[in-house]
């Protein structure tokens, strides 16, 4: 018998760092990269604490575009908004972690930047509602939805962290 690794088994699945955690999908818009600011936000995140589990610099279709602001398509700024996201390449990401979802948006800040909290990224670099440089998916079922829209399977990847028992006990 090997007692030894099957605790190690056993301790595996309890590890939370090794769960598969709640997901979102976030995204550079297109103004974030023209102005550089794509390093600035990815360190946001990565600071916080969550997991990169997929990162792509895309430029995205116009169908893509609609698909993913579907709910929006009744409202008066929606062909703007179309073309701002197809307007120049977009980072796409998803990331994780228990709460992830939430948290996201609160770093993310309010849709329209003037009314977002200092601190927040469009509170520290963005003006305009059209012009807001990040998307975080608002629910995890969506955070799912958008993650499947944006990436294809083999452009996620499954890893941990090395300072994962440093964040998560
Ligand atoms: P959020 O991105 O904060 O979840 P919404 O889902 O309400 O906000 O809107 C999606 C995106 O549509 C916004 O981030 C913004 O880029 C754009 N948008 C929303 N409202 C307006 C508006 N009144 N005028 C121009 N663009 C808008």
């Known amino acids: 018998h090997a007692p030894k690794q099957k605790s190690l088994t056993k301790r ?3 590890l939370p760092h090794l769960q598969k955690m709640e ?10 990269v023209q102005r550089g600011l794509v390093g600035e936000i990815i360190s946001r995140f990565e600071k916080k604490g969550f997991k990169m589990t997929g990162l792509k ?7 893509l575009a609609e698909e993913h602001y579907k709910d929006l ?3 008066p700024f929606f062909p703007k908004l179309i073309g701002y996201i197809t307007s120049g390449p977009v980072v796409c990401m998803a ?6 979802v939430a948290s996201a948006r609160k ?5 329209n930047p003037l009314q977002a909290e200092p601190g927040t990224i469009r509170g520290d670099l963005a003006v305009q509602t059209g ?5 975080g998916s608002d629910s995890p079922e969506n955070g799912k939805r958008e993650i499947a829209l944006w990436f294809k399977e083999g452009e996620l990847c499954e890893w941990t962290p090395a300072q994962a028992p440093w964040l998560l006990e």
């Open 73 to 75: 398509n009744s409202k």
């Open 131 to 135: 012009r807001n440089v990040v998307h």
């Open 107 to 111: 770093l993310i800040g309010a849709t």
């Open 95 to 100: 990331w994780e972690g228990d709460g992830v």
């Open 23 to 32: 997901e979102t999908y976030i995204m550079i818009k297109p103004d974030g």
């Open 12 to 14: 595996r699945i309890f």
């Open 57 to 63: 610099l895309f430029k995205c279709p116009q169908e």
